[in-house]
Nanobody, 123 residues
């Protein structure tokens, strides 16, 4: 599957953004767990959130719990990450990734990656 993350941008502290992870034409998100990862400047890529292929289970990194909402619409071949109450530590490049089977939080377990989208939180 080919994925593309979009929806990033420049947002003020405390603002909101919604990221989308879209499967390219001819591809389907069905049966893929989707993970969202963030890479801040000078830091390793870290797990932010993830959702199973059927939307039945969702995981969040502690720092985003209560602020981010992960969801998906398989009929639209799209997964979403609603990000609210953004703070400076949320700045980074956000990636979505797909994987089969058991849900994982480790980037190396994901086989399919979308091009990242930049999120910058400003004052």
């Amino acid at each position: 599957v080919q994925l593309q993350a979009c929806g990033g941008g420049l947002v003020q502290f405390g603002g909101s953004l919604r990221l989308s992870c879209v499967a390219s034409a001819g591809y389907s998100l069905d049966n893929y767990n989707i993970g969202w990862f963030r890479q801040a400047p000078g830091k390793e890529r870290e797990f932010i959130s993830g959702i199973t292929w059927d939307g039945g289970r969702i995981w969040y990194q502690d720092s985003v719990k209560g602020r981010f909402i992960d969801s998906r619409d398989n009929a639209k071949n799209t997964a979403y990450l609603q990000m609210n109450n953004l703070n400076y530590e949320d700045t980074g490049v956000y990636y979505c990734a797909g994987a089969y089977g058991k849900f994982e939080r480790v980037p190396i377990k994901y086989d399919y990656w979308g091009q990242g989208t930049q999120v910058t939180v400003s004052s």
